[in-house]
């Protein structure tokens, strides 16, 4: 996947003098929500994900679309559960703020509450991978596609690794540094893996507080109290809950990127998260 996003980003459209294509997410649901027409028609709030690639829809709008379906794939859970079979589709178009994404496959599946989520689908970034570079700008709530890098050289660019085009960097959080997935799809801030969450520097007790589902089992959470930042790069975020999970991963949330600048370098496989003000 890497090698196929690399050609794609190096074919064209980061050149510096191509023009920005901007658009405003909203983030009343906890989520980066932006507008975008699918061939034509709408706009259809969708969340700008991190955590996912390609497209998710749901049925509703594919019917409304009038879409045929396209065949059925396996979809796998993050919990690393039996994979799901889903129906997908082909999306001719897909417009974010003049960026154009063509024949996008998107799986049709009805996850959630539309009216909680505030979206009907979702896309991934990585869609947009052609352009070169993708920006979310969380302190003016505002998506950049293609032109120049904000980040220079000297910036703490990290690396992706063999999960591209989703997004896994190292995390720190006190002495204990492990892959954390960025993921704007989740509202919260930051969830660990409940195997690791003895070694934190917890100010209290972890207690169950509800309960997460993934698209084949519902797992329990639990939180408890810090007062350790979390360390990405160069950017130190302030904790005040950590929430685990049984998963292999930490999952760093939207509710994490408040006021920050996180940009992805698709033409050499990288990103780099900052404050505007600095």
Avoid at 222 to 239: F, H, K, R, S, Y
């Amino acid at each position: 996947m890497i090698s196929m996003l690399a050609a794609a980003a190096a074919a064209a459209l980061s050149n510096p003098v191509d023009p920005v294509h901007e658009a405003p997410f909203d983030l009343s649901s906890g989520r980066p929500v932006v507008d975008i027409t699918i061939n034509g028609e709408g706009p259809y709030p969708f969340i700008f994900d991190t955590g996912a690639t390609g497209a998710m829809m749901r049925t509703s709008l594919v019917e409304e679309l009038g879409l045929s379906l396209a065949g059925r794939r396996s979809v796998n859970s993050p919990a690393g559960g039996e994979p799901v079979e889903v129906d997908t589709t082909s999306l001719g178009v897909i417009t974010l703020g003049g960026a154009e994404a063509r024949d996008v496959q998107a799986i049709i599946i009805d996850f959630g509450d539309p009216q909680q989520m505030g979206s009907v689908g979702v896309i991934g970034p990585d869609i947009f991978a052609a352009y070169g570079r993708v920006a979310y700008d969380f302190s003016r709530h505002s998506v950049e596609i293609g032109g120049a890098l904000h980040h220079g050289e000297e910036a703490a660019w990290q690396d992706f690794s063999e999960t591209s085009p989703l997004i896994e960097i190292p995390i720190t959080v006190g002495e204990v540094t492990l892959p954390v997935h960025i993921d704007t799809g989740n509202p919260s801030t930051l969830s660990f893996p409940a195997d690791r969450a003895a070694e934190l520097p917890l100010t209290g007790p972890l207690r169950v507080v509800g309960q997460a589902r993934t698209i084949d089992r519902v797992m329990e959470v639990q939180a408890a109290p810090i007062d350790t930042p979390a360390i990405i790069g160069d950017v130190a975020i302030p904790l005040t809950r950590i929430v685990t999970f049984p998963l292999p991963f930490a999952n760093m949330g939207a509710a994490a990127l408040d006021g920050l600048y996180l940009e992805i370098d698709w033409t050499r496989e990288r990103m780099a998260l900052s404050d505007p003000a600095e």
